[in-house]
């Protein structure tokens, strides 16, 4: 079993930065790929946003957020990481990181393990 817990979120302006971070206790953190996701008021199913498999070696990112969040792991840490910046209003939602035994999916309903959530706001 593995327990997530997310970290890092708050209320910044646009063009601003935030660190992510999830902390994983539990066995074989290094077995599992893992994503973010985030979820918007109104919207009933979490979007994806960022992946990495269990090495770290291959991510993968949503269009959206391509060039300005950067997914990454340390193994010997037990915590994932996403570096966010160039924020805008639009990325204001609950980020959630997601486990999934062997390798990360796209879709948050594939995976095995949730945290809580941090709340992101970004105003213009």
């Known amino acids: 079993q593995l327990m997530l817990v997310e970290s890092g979120g708050g209320s910044v302006q646009a063009g601003a930065s935030l660190r992510l971070s999830c902390a994983a206790s539990?066995?074989?953190?290094?077995?599992?790929?893992m994503g973010w996701f985030r979820q918007t008021p109104g919207k009933d199913r979490q979007e994806f946003v960022a992946?990495?498999?269990?090495?770290?070696?291959?991510?993968t990112y949503a269009d959206f957020v391509k060039g300005r969040f950067t997914i990454s792991r340390d193994n010997t840490k037990n915590t994932l990481t996403l570096q966010m910046s160039s924020l805008e209003p639009e990325d204001t939602a609950v980020y959630y990181c997601?486990?999934?035994?062997?390798?990360?999916?796209?879709?948050?309903?594939?995976?095995?393990?949730w945290g809580q959530g941090t709340q992101v706001t970004v105003s213009a």
């Open positions: 997601r486990a999934r035994w062997n390798d990360y999916s796209l879709d948050p309903y594939q995976y095995d393990y």
């Open positions: 992946a990495i498999d269990w090495s770290g070696v291959s991510t």
């Open positions: 539990g066995r074989s953190f290094s077995s599992y790929g």
